[in-house]
């Protein structure tokens, strides 16, 4: 999560309880929106076995170069991603 989303998310002046849900919710959407850009360029053949390590050790390093050997420029692709996704975040952030 970038820090411009953290800031918005505490200007807002949520109650604990509710700040806690916004940040849940964000990373659970990063998460998915992530993964199914992983997918969506991931080699149909290799998604079972990038899945199953993604559950066993999703903080794995090994991870990415696993990527990178199946996926062209997975980085910029992610990035790519990723700042379309915060901008959406930000978008219904300022509601």
Known sequence: MTEEIHLHIKKAGLAAPQEKEVYSLIEETIHIRILDAVLEKLPADKHEEFL???HREPDDLKLMAYLRHHIADV???????FSKLEREILKDLNL
Do not use: P
């Open 52 to 54: 199953e390590k993604f």
């Open 75 to 81: 980085e910029k692709h992610l990035k790519a991603t």
